[in-house]
């Protein structure tokens, strides 16, 4: 079982700012199979990013994801308020996986 | 417009049973992957489960703390996904979600219902 783990456990930014959240994965993945989400308190998860680097729709120019093999990247160029919130990468596959979180929170 | 919206949650004893539901609306889930997906109170997201369509066998896969104890199934006449999930442990505790696959976006969880709070306690 691939075995995701996110970082930082907390990220701590002024809005416009920006964020980068990473993800490693145990061994090498397919990007088309890996996703990114966004949940925020009392609500449910919310797709950003699939395939790696492609947003789902109605996601802002913002949030842009990169990588390849094990080491993938959720970037925010500029954080607007409604942005701070938990985010989670994803394994597509015979048995889906989750990172831990990233929270990124107000300084 | 797409919507899925769970319902069965509750309080169950350890050891008993429960049935989710997940209605769907905007497309037929016949022509869908449907997974659940839960998140234990102040904790991360794990993967419970998939169904996939008959044309794909339309069988179900299950992550390894549910296997043998939960199923997934699906009434395409009524556009209903469930979740039936039995031998109940405290630790199933969790908001459970339904998710479809790859409807709009491949190979992730694109559309996501507002969750029901299962909790197991004796």
């Known amino acids: 079982e691939i075995v995701l783990t996110q970082s930082p456990g907390t990220l701590s930014l002024s809005p416009g700012e920006r964020a980068t959240l990473s993800c490693r994965a145990s061994?090498?993945?397919?990007?088309?199979?890996f996703a990114w989400y966004q949940q925020k308190p009392g609500q449910a998860p919310r797709l950003l990013i699939y395939g790696a680097s492609s947003r789902a729709t109605g996601i802002p120019d913002r949030f842009s994801g990169s990588g390849s093999g094990t080491e993938f990247t959720l970037t925010i160029s500029r954080l607007e308020p409604e942005d701070f919130a938990v985010y989670y990468c994803?394994?597509?596959?015979?048995?889906?996986?989750f990172g831990q979180g990233t929270k990124v929170e107000i300084k | 417009e797409v919507q899925l919206v769970e319902s069965g949650g509750g309080l169950a004893k350890p050891g008993g049973s429960l049935r989710l539901s997940c209605v769907a609306s905007?497309?037929?889930?016949?022509?869908?992957?449907m997974s659940w997906v839960r998140q234990a109170p102040g904790k991360g997201l794990e993967w419970v489960g998939r169904?996939?369509?008959?044309?794909?066998?339309?069988?179900?896969e299950y992550g390894a703390p549910v296997k043998g104890r939960f199923t997934i199934s699906r009434d395409d006449s009524k556009n209903i996904v469930y979740l039936q999930m039995n031998s109940l442990k405290t630790e199933d505790t969790a908001v459970y979600y339904c998710?479809?696959?790859?409807?709009?976006?491949?190979?992730?969880?694109?559309?996501w219902g507002q969750g029901t709070l299962v909790t197991v306690s004796s």
């Open positions: 905007g497309f037929s889930v016949s022509h869908a992957w």
């Open positions: 998710t479809t696959e790859g409807l709009a976006s491949l190979a992730c969880l694109d559309y």
């Open positions: 169904t996939k369509v008959k044309s794909d066998g339309g069988t179900s």
């Open positions: 994803q394994h597509y596959g015979t048995s889906d996986t």
């Open positions: 061994q090498s993945v397919i990007s088309t199979y």
